[in-house]
């Protein structure tokens, strides 16, 4: 479950040190200390701070007293459906807001590369199809973006 984890967050661009702490707080049945992850988990102190801190800001992990000892516990939200919505939320939809406006500043430069001679025409139209190309795709992808909050939130 750590690797796996660790792996997941991998893949969505997010530290693998940060999936293997939850991976390994969702699988411990005791709430552990960044002692105990940095150990267990042969990780620096550091990432083990960051990484905590991440997923406590995502609402994935929270941090418990324990009786009798002063240090920070920490212990795996269950709902992993909180989870994704944290993340479609952090992470998903800033992205898909951020890349229509990146899109519109591309055909805005291939339009000043057009007047300023750098582009051919030929260059001009191979690479504005390709812009509205992703322009289509991204409109597609925002499109279901209002479908997905409704599931998720």
């Not at 660790?6 to 969505?12: H, I, K, N, P, S």
């Not at 812009?131 to 599931?151: C, D, H, N, T, Y």
Request: hydrophobic share 40%; glycine share 8%; net charge positive.
């Amino acid at each position: 479950m750590v690797e796996a984890s660790g792996t997941l967050f991998q893949l969505l661009g997010l530290p693998r040190s940060t999936g293997q702490i939850y991976g390994l707080l969702y699988m411990s049945a005791r709430p552990l200390t960044l002692d105990d992850l940095v150990e267990m988990l042969s990780i620096s102190k550091g990432s083990a701070s960051m990484g905590s801190r991440h997923l406590a800001a995502w609402g994935a992990i929270r941090q418990v007293w324990v009786p009798g000892d002063r240090r920070d516990h920490f212990q795996a939200v269950g709902d992993l459906a909180q989870i994704v919505r944290a993340s479609y939320q952090e992470f998903v939809k800033p992205k898909l807001d951020s890349s229509e406006k990146r899109l519109a500043s591309v055909v805005d430069g291939l339009e000043k590369d057009l007047r300023n001679g750098t582009l051919s025409p030929e260059e001009h139209k191979f690479c504005s199809d390709r812009v509205r190309s992703l322009l289509r795709f991204q409109k597609k992808v925002q499109s279901i973006g209002p479908l997905a909050e409704k599931l998720l939130l």
